[in-house]
């Protein structure tokens, strides 16, 4: 199975950016969706974006629509999620993962593969 291992994560103020990375080790992310997903304390997790294998089809939650963009670099087996104009709401641990189901996918039961997560804290 593929491991996945999020980075990027940090503590910044409202107002800036953050690029989360998602690098896979022991195989690579073809033929699957990544996706990004985040949870807040005492919150269900959430989708926040995917990408396709190809890196040709993103979907995003409404929520960061416009302020993050999702992309991937198949030479080093990375999928980026580039975070600008966060905002305090946007404090979560950040997780990437990967199912081999097709489409929009965006409920966290359909994802069979997790990392560790990477913390996000936007101070306001």
């Known amino acids: 199975q593929v491991q996945l291992a999020e980075s990027g994560g940090g503590l910044v103020q409202a107002g800036d950016s953050l690029r989360l990375s998602c690098a896979a080790s022991g195989g690579t992310f073809n033929p699957y969706i990544v996706g990004w997903f985040r949870q807040a304390p005492g919150k269900e997790r959430e989708f926040v974006a995917h990408?396709?294998?190809?890196?040709?089809?993103?979907y995003y939650a409404d929520s960061v629509k416009g302020r993050f963009t999702i992309s991937r670099d198949s030479a080093k087996n990375t999928v980026y999620l580039q975070m600008n104009s966060l905002k305090p709401e946007d404090t979560a641990v950040y997780y990437c993962?990967?199912?081999?189901?097709?489409?929009?996918?965006?409920?966290?039961?359909?994802?069979?593969?997790w990392g560790q997560g990477t913390q996000v804290t936007v101070s306001s």
């Open positions: 993962a990967t199912t081999g189901n097709l489409g929009v996918v965006v409920t966290p039961q359909r994802y069979a593969n």
């Open positions: 990408i396709n294998w190809r890196g040709d089809t993103t």
